[in-house]
């Protein structure tokens, strides 16, 4: 649908978190990350499972004590997905976590001394395991935040700095993020970087907030990036259920016209022009559809003004009318139902043809 307005992706180095390709023609990964006690197991491996479910490709977790980096180990055991130890200050914390985990991620701004980032180094190069450079404008080196305050341009050379210093160590294995909790700055920086390095690059808005607050910001910066073709794997960071970061980033994705996977939905807005339920219609359509997986586009139109026309554009639809409602399919009337029932009969017709798309494929 939105293929011929969004640009081909930066061609990027290609880099391995287990078995998830980040980079070069690799699909753009989805991460959470855990917020138990990572040293608590049996929480943690609830939450890990949790974010499997949901669909995520790859999972954080916050390594604070040696206690949490010597979980890791079981941890790793106990999980398929891909595993990324979050290390901030204790860079020894890093050389426990790397034994065990498939990628290290280290904010430079507080991990302290050349020498202890060479040890960092050291240990992923013993794993043969990627580093993410996690640059974050509220906590730059004091020398970038003196020189340029939490700019962008501040953010793009600690970025630039860390990189020639993991490279000087011989270390190429990269990926980058440059996150701030505001979407101008955050897309900024990923704009000013992005030409300048072959890396990777992991999206996020940091510190985003609630649902609410974090579905715009994340909306706004990560949608614009992706469809600028700037993006390898992202975050939707929220404050409050795991899941939701999952379906938000998804989202994000499948609007943006990067991922061709689930029920793309158009539904129009309430008006005075409405003779039928919609707004109920259209959260059973929702709840009743979200287990599919095919690529389809949907439309539940509320009213003669825009209904058929919308409907003729969708791959299905429901048109209503007066307490009645047409079914649409591939452009043309395949029943007139009541209200009441057409529903049902829509689930129905739905997941017939998605069954149909995907032995098509």
Do not use: W
């Not at 974010?51 to 890791?72: K, N, S, Y």
């Not at 979407?183 to 992005?194: G, V």
């Not at 929220?238 to 990067?258: F, P």
């Amino acid at each position: 649908m939105q293929d011929n307005k969004i640009k081909p992706r930066y061609p990027t180095k290609q880099i391995h978190v287990g078995n998830v390709a980040i980079g070069g023609d690799a699909p753009i990964s989805v991460q959470s990350m855990t917020f138990s006690k990572t040293h608590n197991i049996e929480e943690t491996k609830a939450q890990l499972d949790r974010l499997q479910l949901a669909g995520a490709d790859i999972v954080r977790l916050a390594v604070l004590t040696e206690e949490d980096a010597h979980a890791l180990k079981t941890l790793k055991s106990m999980t398929s997905l891909p595993l990324i130890a979050d290390i901030h200050f204790k860079y020894k914390l890093a050389l426990i976590a790397a034994e065990s985990v498939d990628c290290i991620r280290i904010n430079p701004g507080n991990i302290g001394s050349k020498e202890k980032i060479r040890e960092v180094v050291k240990a992923c190069n013993a794993r043969n395991i990627p580093i993410r450079i996690g640059v974050n404008g509220g906590s730059l080196e004091k020398e970038f935040e003196q020189k340029y305050g939490a700019t962008p341009q501040g953010m793009v050379e600690s970025a630039l700095y860390n990189i020639k210093l993991l490279e000087d160590f011989g270390f190429t294995s990269i990926k980058v993020s440059l996150k701030a909790s505001d979407a101008p700055r955050t897309m900024q920086a990923y704009e000013l970087l992005r030409p300048l390095v072959p890396y990777p690059f992991h999206l996020g808005v940091t510190e985003a907030g609630t649902l609410y607050h974090s579905m715009i910001k994340s909306s706004i910066a990560l949608g614009n990036l992706l469809m600028q073709g700037i993006g390898d794997t992202m975050r939707c960071s929220i404050t409050g259920e795991l899941e939701e970061e999952i379906k938000l980033a998804k989202s994000i994705l499948r609007y943006s016209g990067r991922q061709k996977e689930g029920i793309t939905i158009v539904s129009c807005p309430t008006c005075g022009r409405i003779q039928a339920d919609l707004v109920s219609a259209i959260k059973k359509v929702e709840a009743r559809l979200a287990h599919i997986k095919t690529p389809l586009q949907v439309s539940v139109m509320g009213c003669a003004v825009n209904a058929l026309g919308e409907a003729k554009h969708a791959d299905i639809a429901i048109a209503f009318g007066n307490k009645i409602g047409h079914i649409i399919k591939g452009g043309k009337v395949l029943v007139k139902m009541s209200e009441d029932s057409i529903v049902d009969r829509f689930v129905e017709e739905v997941e017939i043809l998605a069954a149909e798309r995907a032995a098509e494929t």
